[in-house]
């Protein structure tokens, strides 16, 4: 496609659900990388995936996450056991090189834990 | 200590002013830094690298200073569209990862 696309744009969660969001990056991108961003403050980093290779996971903050990429392209962040303070949104960056130049975002996902 | 940190704002500025904004970060070993632009519930955009000998877009104008560890930004005649949130960039040595500060937010008025 011609840009990060990512799905749900809104997800709406009972405490204790486990929510899946999925990014699919622009064909061809190597670098896949996660962000969480709170109400107010600036996106933090999650994690970076080179082709299906997580390079760096040392955003996540907690074990309840996890991300994967197992074919090198569509990856998949998983939040397991959702608690209030994983309300954010989460956005997915791809750029076709293994730099931060080039990078792109998606329009992120809306998560409201309840 | 955050490793980019910036004023929050808000900023309200009159339409054809000229509006700065400063962004300290802690990591000395830090090699590139953005500015980015940020609508509202739309994600982030790169406005502009930020260069050492200092760079300029149009009505934008990027400075870094490493000595200070410090990034600005100046808007000149700055117009209704550049109502947005700003974010400070940078991309610490050796990870492949940006580091954002917490974003200054701009309104113009008319």
């Known amino acids: 496609g011609a840009g990060v696309s990512q799905s749900p744009r809104y997800k709406v969660a009972k405490r204790g659900q486990d929510v899946a969001l999925r990014c699919d990056p622009i064909s061809g991108h190597v670098s896949l990388f996660w962000y969480q961003q709170a109400l107010g403050q600036g996106p933090e980093f999650l994690t970076y995936?080179?082709?299906?290779?997580?390079?760096?996971k040392s955003g996540l903050p907690s074990d309840r996450f996890f991300a994967e990429r197992p074919e090198g392209s569509v990856s998949t962040l998983k939040i397991q056991r959702t608690q209030q303070e994983d309300s954010a949104v989460y956005l997915c960056a791809s750029s076709p090189l293994t730099s931060n130049y080039g990078y792109t975002f998606g329009s992120g996902t809306r998560l409201t834990v309840v | 200590r955050k490793e980019v940190e910036q004023d929050p704002g808000p900023f309200n500025v009159p339409e054809g002013a000229t509006v700065a904004f400063n962004c300290t970060y802690s990591?000395?070993?830090?090699?590139?830094f953005f500015w980015y632009r940020q609508d509202c519930r739309k994600e982030p955009k790169l406005l502009m690298s930020v260069y050492s000998s200092g760079n300029e877009d149009g009505r934008f104008t990027a400075q870094l200073n490493r000595a200070s560890q410090y990034i600005s930004l100046l808007i000149r005649d700055s117009k209704l569209s550049d109502s947005a949130t700003y974010l400070c960039v940078v991309n610490p040595q050796g990870a492949q990862k940006l580091v954002f500060g917490q974003g200054t937010r701009l309104t113009i008025n008319p």
């Open positions: 990591n000395s070993a830090s090699q590139s």
């Open positions: 995936f080179q082709n299906e290779a997580q390079l760096d």
